[in-house]
């Protein structure tokens, strides 16, 4: 099961009470997936639904409302069962909805502030989907009209939301990025386990990260450090190579014979294991010394100023 479904599934279980709040996700519900058709003289809500979950949520809604209903089934695999429906808040709506499908026009049916966030769940149940369990965290609502789209944008505002907006293969996507926005729609949605989950997913990811830059973070220290050890010890080995160990001062010939055999030792490791011990700028004193040293001989050697 999606992290989509797993959101719709618990949507169900908190579906709306009261008939206000149920025509609400309604409302929000057909402007996302409904239509309307003409029988008999009157005009009727069509809602096609994908599951039996769809099915289950409609029927409360109804319930809720007081509407009746007819259902049928069809050879759809992506809604194989369509609900028509009809009552006094549908014909409320229908006049100017059907007035505007049959102008070719938008219509705006932005609702009051007290259902908008039943109408987004309902946007939501309709045409939502939601990633953020082991992925980046995406939340959109995927319509096939614009005029509903803007309708989306305007009132996810209303409520607090940035929502982003943008045309795809002859759909209109509104959506959300980000892991406090998408929290922050999930308790909209009224989805606390989903919301548990997702948070738990987001410490995990949280921890995950912070521990690959330690990680990193040491990776390259210790990168850093063999690389400078190494050239200390080639530094020494040179100096060696020139006169022996009189060429180091004798105060300094531990440290490089210590460095000779551990490259890879950090300045505060070299230090601490001398006697008596250096701090780690004295010990970088002394190899930068070193290393200077080696250099003005073999520049001298090629030709150079000693």
């Known amino acids: ?26 409302r929000g519900w057909l402007r996302a997936r409904g239509t ?9 809500a069509v809602l096609p639904l994908k599951d ?27 809604s194989p ?14 006049q100017e909805w059907w007035r505007a499908l049959e102008e ?18 309902g946007l939501f149940f309709g045409a939502g989907s939601l990633s953020g369990l082991g992925r980046e965290p995406h939340w959109e ?24 907006f943008h045309r795809r293969r002859g759909a209109f996507v509104v959506y959300l990025k980000g892991t406090g926005p998408i929290g922050d729609m999930l308790r909209l949605l009224e989805t606390p386990l989903a919301l548990l989950a997702f948070e738990e997913e987001r410490a995990q990811r949280e921890l995950r990260s912070r521990v690959n830059r330690l990680v990193n973070a040491d990776t390259a220290n210790m990168g850093r450090a063999l690389e400078a050890g190494l050239k200390d010890r080639e530094a020494i080995r040179r100096l060696l190579a020139q006169g022996g160990w009189t060429m180091i001062p004798e105060a300094w ?27 780690r700028s004295a010990v970088k004193r002394r190899l930068y010394a070193l290393r200077q040293r080696a250099e003005e001989l073999e520049a001298g050697g090629r030709g150079g100023v000693p």
């Open 141 to 164: 609502l995927h319509l096939e009209r614009e005029d509903v789209a803007r309708e989306a944008v305007a009132v996810l505002r209303e409520l607090g939301f940035l929502p982003g």
């Open 81 to 94: 069962f369509v609900l028509m429906a009809w009552g006094p808040e549908w014909e409320a709506w229908w």
């Open 36 to 44: 309307a058709v003409r029988r008999g003289g009157e005009v009727r």
């Open 253 to 279: 010939r531990p440290l490089a014979r210590l460095r000779l055999l551990r490259p890879e030792a950090t300045l505060e490791e070299l230090g601490r294991q001398l006697d008596p011990p250096l701090s």
């Open 52 to 78: 039996w979950v769809a099915l289950r949520l409609a029927r409360q809604l109804l319930k809720e409302l007081s509407w009746p209903y007819t259902l049928f089934r069809r050879r759809d695999r992506r």
């Open 104 to 121: 070719g026009r938008p219509w705006t049916d932005l609702p009051a502030p007290a259902d908008r966030r039943q109408f987004v769940r």
């Open 1 to 26: 099961m999606s992290f989509t479904d797993q959101v719709k599934e618990e949507m169900v279980r908190w579906a709306p009470r009261g008939r206000q709040a149920a025509a609400a996700f309604l």
